[in-house]
């Protein structure tokens, strides 16, 4: 019989029973699901909010958008390779499991990175206009969701189309040589930095 039951350890210890938890959550496949669709509509809501606000033209919106989401592309790109695959720490740790069980369906809680989109967008609007902080915050938020649906995709789906199979392969790849191909939504920062995977065929 269990001598500490949920509610009990929850009342005696409730940092501990709620770390718990989040660590139990974190590691479920609704998690994983329910964060993609949060990220996504988080995305939706603040780029809808700063065209609403009309603090700057369409084609500013768009190249603010524009460089948002390449804004990402290389945050996501040093995240991968000096964070994930640098010192031991926690990052480190839990990308050397993603590797172990690329399947699993380990993730942030659904609702922390849309609340840090809401922080970061709601401080930005201290320095710069509320709509150019909503359009860049929310392009920045859709590079992280767009990483977490191709993510989720690469390691989910089998591909039919030959562009689509090769899409994959470039992140399969670096499950397969891990100081390569850090790069999952766009391979640019790969090429610019040098550390596009380039087969033994082709170095020949």
Known sequence: MNENPAPVRFLTHPIDATLAALRRLCTT?????AGLVCDVAISLVLIGAGLWRGDVRVTT??????????LFSFVEYCFHRWLFHGAP???????TQHHDEPLGFDALPFFVPPLIAVALSASLALLIPAGVAMLLVGAVAG????????HTAIHHLRFSRTLSRRWAATHHIHHRHPDHNFGVTTPLWDIILGTRYVSQGRRA
């Not at 496949?29 to 699901?33: F, Q, Y």
């Not at 919106?61 to 390449?70: E, F, K, N, Q, S």
């Not at 590079?143 to 191709?150: C, D, F, K, L, N």
Request: no cysteine; aromatic share 6%.
């Open 89 to 95: 720490g926690t990052l480190e740790r839990g990308h």
């Open 61 to 70: 919106a768009l190249t603010i958008v524009a460089a948002g989401l390449l």
């Open 143 to 150: 590079g992280y969701a767009g990483y977490g649906v191709a």
């Open 29 to 33: 496949r609704a998690n994983g699901l």
